[in-house]
């Protein structure tokens, strides 16, 4: 489970990542799909608090699931 978690925190944050550069690309059209893209990033910034809480539940259990 960690490491499916891991892998999944991983490609959120790529996908984080990728929505950045292109916001610092200035390739937004208008305000409306700036307010979009930033909606999509603090998003993703959440599901990986979520999941670096799960991560951190399950190492200090001791779970090797």
Avoid: F, P, W
């Amino acid at each position: 489970m960690k490491e499916t978690l891991t892998a999944l925190a991983s490609q959120i944050e790529e996908e984080r990542m990728r929505i950045v550069e292109h916001l610092g690309t200035g390739c937004v059209k208008d305000y409306a799909q700036y307010q979009q893209a930033c909606g999509k990033v603090l998003g993703l910034m959440t599901v990986t608090g979520m999941i670096a809480e799960k991560l951190r539940t399950l190492l200090e259990d001791g779970d090797d699931e």
